[in-house]
């Protein structure tokens, strides 16, 4: 059973937005650092924006820095991912994980040390 559960993923049109939410059990957000990936049909899972539970410093992939941007709410236990001016490009299922160690914006990056993951949402950026 995931721990993790995304939500918010839809159909939208190039430059719209969307706000994906992940929430996390009681506590995640006090001792893990949050992190969002995703993953394209056929590619790999990749880096997408994180924020370290210590401070709450944030980090993004270069594609998305400046369109995106990660918050948390530590008493509702859930981290967001707002995504605006959409491209196609971002078409993928995103997923919400927990890690273990990353505590800098550099480690956060690092798939290795997460571990919980949910399920995911999908996201489809039409042109």
């Known amino acids: 059973q995931a721990q993790l559960v995304e939500s918010g993923g839809g159909l939208v049109q190039a430059g719209d937005s969307l706000r994906l939410a992940c929430a996390a059990p009681e506590g995640t957000l006090s001792r893990m650092t949050m992190g969002w990936f995703r993953q394209a049909p056929g590619k790999e899972r990749t880096f997408v924006a994180g924020?370290?539970?210590?401070?709450?410093?944030?980090g993004y992939a270069d594609s998305v820095k400046g369109r995106f941007t990660i918050t948390r709410e530590i008493a509702k236990s859930t981290v967001y991912l707002q995504m605006n001016s959409l491209k196609p490009e971002d078409t993928a299922l995103y997923y919400c994980?927990?890690?273990?160690?990353?505590?800098?914006?550099?480690?956060?990056?690092?798939?290795?040390?997460?571990?919980?993951w949910g399920q995911g949402t999908q996201v489809t950026v039409s042109t």
């Open positions: 994980a927990a890690a273990v160690g990353a505590t800098t914006v550099k480690s956060m990056r690092d798939k290795r040390l997460y571990v919980k």
């Open positions: 924020i370290t539970t210590l401070g709450g410093s944030t």
